[in-house]
C-alpha cells in the first residue's frame, strides 16, 4: 500500500473552518500478476519494494517549494502528518508502505495516521463531495490531477452519517452501517468467498481465452453487455418471493440466489449474511459439462451470473431496511457503494432499480468515480485527513494488522481498537457529520 503525503490548508473566516481539497500528485502501479491467475503475494511483495521508493520520490518533488538558503537545493515545504494503509490485508506488503511511512515521518518530524483500507473506501464519497466536479468528471489523469477544488467546511460533507454502505470488492463484502467517522457497525458479511472473488473466477471460467484479460470483472461485464446499458433488459425482483425464484434460461440451465434454500439457522435465507461459494461452483459446473458452449450462451451465463450476485447483495440491504421501524428508517437517506466491484454499471443499476421497485426512492445511491472504486492512494490520504482532523494520530511503533474489523463489538474493538492511536488535547470532538 502506498503511503499518503498530505497536507490540509487552512483558513479563517467569520463562523467556521473552511478547506479546500487540492490534490497534488496522484499515481498508481499495479503487480503483474496476471500469469497466476490472481494475486500473487510474492509478486506483489516485490512490486512494493522495488516501486514504491522511487514513486515516494516523484511525490515529493509535487510538495510546495520552500525559501531558502540558495545551498538547499530544491526544498520542500514538510506535509502536516503522513498517512499510510495498516491494515487490513497481507502484512508483508502493508510494512512495506509503513514502514517507509514511519521514516518520512521521523524525517520531516510529522504526525504518522496508520489508517483502515475498508473505512477508507466507505468513505470516498465524502472526498468527491469536496472536489466541485460532477463524480464523473472528478477524477483526471495523474499528470493532470484534480483542479477547481471547492472552499468546504466539515459540515458540508456528504453523505452525512449516518449512512449504509456496501463494500466489494476481491477481498471483503459487506453492509455496514456508518454512524460516524469511526462507528461502524457491520450488518452482513461473506461467510466465504468475497463477490469480487467470485466474479473474476467465473469470468475466468465463462469468457474466451481470447477476451480474457484483467481485470477480470470489467472483463465480464463488457462481455455480458457488449452494447453497454441498452443490453440490459432488467426486471427487478418486486418482492422477496420473485428474488428467490430460479430464472429459467433457454439453454436450461438456472442460476439460484445464494442461501435460497433453507436447512435451519445456518442456511436461512434471511440469514444476514452474505454467500457466493456456492453461486461461483454451479456455474463452474455448467461450463465444465460443456466446454464448448456458444458465446450467446456464455453472454448469457455472464450476464447471470452478476444479476444473481448483485441481487443477492441488494437482498441483505432490503431486510435490514424492512426490519426498520418508521422512526429509524427515516434516517437512513443514502446507501454507499464502494470497493472495486462498485465500478460495475450494472450492479449500479441493479441496486438502484430494486430499491425504487420496493419503495425506498428516497434514499440515494452514491458511488465514487470508477477509479476512486478500487484500491487507491487518495482514499487513504482523504481517511488520514478525517482522522487527523479528528485528533487520532498513531505512535511510531504500531503494526501491520492481517485482520481488522471496523464494528467496536468485534472481539479486536474495531478501528480504534487495534493498539497505538493517540487523541490529540484540543482537538475537534467526534460528531456526527
Known amino acids: 500500500m502506498i503511503p499518503t503525503i498530505t497536507g490540509t490548508g487552512d ?15 496522484h499515481e498508481r502501479i499495479t503487480a503483474d500478476t496476471e500469469g ?10 516485490y512490486s512494493h519494494q522495488r516501486r514504491l521508493a522511487p514513486l515516494v520520490q516523484k511525490a515529493i518533488e509535487h510538495l510546495e517549494p520552500c525559501s531558502g538558503p540558495a545551498s538547499i537545493v530544491d526544498a520542500r515545504r514538510a506535509p502536516d502528518f503522513v498517512t499510510v494503509t495498516r491494515g487490513p490485508g ?86 455496514i452501517e456508518s454512524n460516524s467517522l469511526i462507528e461502524h457497525k457491520i450488518l452482513a458479511a461473506t461467510a466465504d468467498i468475497a463477490i469480487g472473488d467470485c466474479l473474476d473466477k467465473a469470468a475466468r471460467a465463462i469468457l474466451p481465452s481470447e477476451l480474457l484479460v484483467p481485470p477480470y470483472g470489467r472483463a465480464l461485464e463488457e462481455f455480458a453487455f457488449p452494447n453497454g446499458s441498452s443490453d440490459y433488459h432488467y426486471i ?23 442461501l435460497s434454500d433453507s436447512h435451519g439457522a445456518a442456511k436461512s435465507s434471511r440469514r444476514m449474511l452474505y454467500s457466493f461459494a456456492g453461486l461461483l461452483t454451479y456455474v463452474q459446473r455448467i461450463m465444465t459439462a460443456n466446454p464448448e458452449r456458444s458465446i450467446d450462451e456464455r453472454r448469457e451465463l455472464a450476464a447471470e451470473v452478476m444479476r444473481v450476485a448483485f441481487e443477492h447483495l441488494a437482498s441483505r440491504i432490503m431486510l435490514h431496511l424492512s426490519s426498520l421501524n418508521a422512526e429509524d ?25 430494486i430499491l ?14 470508477p477509479e476512486l472504486c478500487t484500491d487507491n492512494a487518495l482514499m487513504i490520504a482523504w481517511l488520514g485527513m478525517e482522522m487527523y482532523d479528528a485528533g487520532y494520530e498513531s505512535e511510531l511503533g504500531i503494526q501491520p494488522l492481517r485482520k481488522w474489523s471496523m464494528d467496536a463489538a468485534a472481539e479486536d474493538g474495531g478501528i480504534l481498537g487495534a493498539g497505538g492511536w493517540m487523541k490529540r488535547t484540543g482537538s475537534i470532538p467526534d460528531v456526527k457529520l
Open 11 to 25: 483558513e479563517g473566516s467569520n463562523d467556521a473552518l473552511k478547506l479546500r481539497t487540492n490534490v497534488l500528485f
Open 36 to 45: 497466476y491467475g490472481g494475486i500473487h503475494p510474492l509478486v506483489a511483495l
Open 90 to 175: 497481507m502484512r508483508s506488503n502493508l510494512s512495506v508502505g509503513l514502514d517507509t511511512a514511519k521514516g518520512l515521518a521521523v524525517a520531516w518530524n510529522v504526525p504518522l495516521v496508520g489508517v483502515h483500507h475498508m473505512q477508507a473506501h466507505a468513505l470516498t464519497p465524502r472526498l468527491c463531495s469536496t472536489i466541485r466536479l460532477r463524480p464523473q468528471e472528478a477524477y483526471r489523469s495523474p499528470r493532470d490531477g484534480y483542479h477547481d477544488a471547492a472552499e468546504w467546511t466539515p459540515q458540508d460533507l456528504e453523505p452525512r452519517f449516518p449512512f449504509l454502505s456496501v463494500l466489494a470488492s476481491g477481498g471483503h463484502t459487506m453492509l
Open 236 to 258: 427487478p425482483p418486486a418482492g422477496r418471493r420473485e428474488e428467490l425464484e430460479r430464472r429459467e434460461t433457454r439453454w436450461g440451465w438456472s442460476l439460484g440466489a445464494p
Open 329 to 353: 428508517l427515516e434516517t437512513v437517506k443514502t446507501v454507499v457503494l464502494s470497493g472495486g466491484v462498485a465500478s460495475n454499471k450494472f450492479l449500479k443499476h441493479v441496486i438502484r432499480s
Open 356 to 369: 425504487d421497485v420496493r419503495n425506498f426512492q428516497h434514499i440515494r445511491l452514491v458511488y465514487p468515480p
